[in-house]
């Protein structure tokens, strides 16, 4: 169904600027934009993309990073131009000034879609439950939550203890929001999202002041609403 939603924008808009989301969740959606692409139903030859987050330490060639996630799960299946692929660079000498960098080429060039997930801590990109928002793109500290959410991905080495992450501040400045929630373990988080109040200390809490947020959520993820 949300493929769908991405396929439909895609054809109406074809340079559209898309924020996209790594994990499990967004899979599915992927698998079905690239069939879609494999059908002749959609190109991405003139899309951007800006991917939320990356980890620090963690090459682009590194099979962990969420730059090689991206490329084998759905740019390397379509026919997206690496020069509109944009990623946060997590073994940049500078990482202020990368972060710095990347908020000005989103304000350059907006994000029309910004897809998420959510993390069982409620965090949204890797903005983490904390005192406050952050306004901009920066490098954040993972909690335990997320290690332990994480970890199950790094067989071998030993995942990252920190991130750079769109601020809370940069994913609201997207024209539209689509949040995905699937399984019972994001059920509280969507409860707190939801039904809670508006606090840092749950991040996707956050977006009931954003005025085009569309959230899918399976019964699982539902079951506490
Ligand atoms: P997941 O991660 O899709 O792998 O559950 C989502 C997130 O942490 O934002």
Request: hydrophobic share 35%; aromatic share 8%; with cysteine.
């Given at each position: ?30 698998c079905y934009i690239c069939n879609s692409y494999k059908k ?57 000034k990368e972060c710095q960098k990347y908020d000005k080429k ?81 059920a509280k988080a969507i409860k707190e999202m939801l039904k ?30």
């Amino acid at each position: 169904m949300v493929g769908n939603i991405f396929i439909k924008a895609i054809n109406e808009k074809p340079n559209i600027v898309l924020g996209l989301a790594t994990g499990a969740t967004p899979l599915p959606t992927y698998c079905y934009i690239c069939n879609s692409y494999k059908k002749g139903k959609v190109s991405l030859k003139n899309v951007s993309t800006y991917n939320l987050d990356e980890y620090v330490n963690l090459g682009h060639h590194d099979k962990n990073s969420y730059y090689y996630f991206m490329h084998e799960n759905l740019f390397n299946q379509t026919d997206i131009q690496e020069r509109n692929i944009h990623f946060l660079n997590g073994n940049a000498k500078n990482v202020i000034k990368e972060c710095q960098k990347y908020d000005k080429k989103i304000e350059k060039k907006p994000i029309d879609i910004q897809l998420l997930g959510i993390g069982q801590n409620g965090h949204i990109g890797f903005n983490e439950p904390s005192q406050c928002f952050s306004k901009t793109t920066f490098k954040t500290k993972l909690t335990a939550s997320t290690i332990k959410a994480n970890s199950r991905y790094f067989s071998k080495s030993k995942m990252p203890r920190e991130a750079l992450t769109m601020g809370i501040g940069t994913i609201m400045k997207a024209q539209k929001i689509i949040l995905i929630a699937t399984g019972k373990k994001k059920a509280k988080a969507i409860k707190e999202m939801l039904k809670g109040q508006v606090t840092p200390r749950c991040p996707a809490s956050i977006l009931n002041f954003h005025s085009n947020v569309e959230v899918f959520l399976d019964k699982d993820a539902a079951s506490l609403l």
